[in-house]
């Protein structure tokens, strides 16, 4: 199955138009936020030793299928509860991302679309990636 987006295209919407659009904003001052910050749940460890999320980072936003993340929150909200999803643009097929994304949806209770065209902010051969809490926003 072909990218959408084929080497050096690019993206369907900037990442600024994208957020604007789903009523979000970056989500900037918490970049080691966790999934169990995502999905509202308590986060593991000392929460006064680890504000931004767990202290073990086995549920961080990190590996293969979050390259160039980008965290998001809905707009006019500043609070580290209101963190609600992450989107990102791996250089991988979206069958490599399949696995992980199920992972991570089925264990935190989140949802995720993978390779929507409505998603592709980034271009240049990679696949979007959405994985956000639905009791938070709506996509």
């Known amino acids: 199955m072909p990218k ?5 295209k690019l993206p369907n919407v ?6 604007r659009k789903n009523e979000l904003s970056s989500h900037t001052r918490f970049d080691r936020a966790c999934f169990h910050r995502m999905a509202g749940l308590p986060v593991i460890g000392n ?6 999320g767990c202290q073990d980072d086995s549920c961080h ?11 998001f929150k809905v707009r006019g909200r500043n609070r580290i509860a209101d963190f609600a ?16 994304a199920t992972r ?8 995720y679309r993978i390779d929507d065209p409505r998603d592709d902010w ?5 696949s979007p990636l959405v994985i ?7 996509l």
Request: proline residues 9%.
């Open 4 to 8: 959408r987006s084929e080497p050096g």
């Open 61 to 71: 936003i990190s590996g293969p299928i979050f390259d160039h993340p980008r965290r």
């Open 132 to 138: 956000w809490n639905s009791n938070k926003i709506s």
């Open 85 to 100: 999803g992450v989107i990102s643009a791996p250089y991988l097929h979206p069958h490599e991302m399949l696995e992980d």
């Open 14 to 19: 900037p990442l600024e138009d994208w957020l």
């Open 47 to 52: 929460v006064s030793d680890s504000v931004y």
């Open 104 to 111: 991570i949806s089925q264990q935190f209770g989140l949802s």
């Open 122 to 126: 980034y271009g240049h051969g990679t």
